[in-house]
């Protein structure tokens, strides 16, 4: 089934670079999301990123989509104890009706 | 702030009882979303409606319904609450369909004793 895997902690130094990786099946997504949720609050749109691009850079952060290998990452440059969150891989299931999103990683930044 | 509103934000009930959670979408949005978030179960997606219309359902529970009204709010109605309900529930709004960027409300945090 549809299903979208992500890593559940990344653990990192302030003003290091952090890279949160995201797999997912289904081929015939359109589109790949990336969401940010701090505590307590909702789901932030980070970014996202059209299924026939490779990369799609938006200030410090990077997107990398592999097609063939079905892997999506989200680079972030310059971390900062401000990035502390819980982010969210998702793509639009086959149907076209919802998005599926990834169980979160928890990126913890120490300064 | 995302622009989508969600009341209230915290609700503590008793098993047994039925609860209504409140949505209003982003100005212009025509579609609403809610999603359960839960630690077991992670972030699903529970249903959608269009413009007054549902279209598309996931895994949205029989004791649970939804609607949207004609000024675009949504409500979502959870009934014979069991303790396995208690999660966090989110709305989101977009434009029109699922492909595009959907927008979450903070959520309305569900404890059931």
């Known amino acids: 089934g549809e299903d979208v895997e992500q890593s559940l902690f990344l653990s990192v130094r302030e003003g290091d670079s952090s890279v949160i990786n995201c797999t997912y099946t289904?081929?015939?997504?359109?589109?790949l999301y990336w969401y940010k949720q701090e505590p307590g609050a909702g789901l932030q749109l980070l970014t996202y990123?059209?299924?026939?691009?490779d990369m799609k850079q938006d200030q410090r952060l990077t997107v990398l989509l592999n097609k063939k290998d079905k892997h999506l990452s989200l680079r972030i440059a310059d971390t900062q104890t401000g990035d502390s969150a819980i982010y969210f891989c998702a793509e639009v299931n086959q149907a076209g009706t919802a998005l599926i999103f990834g169980k979160g990683t928890t990126l913890s930044v120490s300064s | 702030d995302s622009g989508v509103t969600q009341t209230p934000k915290h609700l503590i009930t008793a098993t047994g009882q039925r609860v209504t959670l409140r949505c209003s979408p982003r100005?212009?949005?025509?579609?609403v979303y809610w999603y359960q978030q839960s630690l077991d179960q992670g972030l699903q997606f529970l249903i959608q409606y269009y413009n007054g219309e549902e279209r598309a359902k996931g895994n949205i529970l029989e004791r649970f319904s939804a609607q949207q009204f004609p000024d675009l709010h949504s409500e979502l109605n959870l009934s014979s609450l069991e303790l396995g309900d208690s999660a966090l529930y989110f709305c989101a709004s977009s434009v029109s369909g699922v492909t595009d960027t959907q927008y979450f409300g903070p959520g309305t945090r569900l404890t059931v004793l």
């Open positions: 100005s212009g949005d025509l579609s």
């Open positions: 289904d081929s015939s997504s359109t589109y």
């Open positions: 990123i059209f299924s026939n691009m």
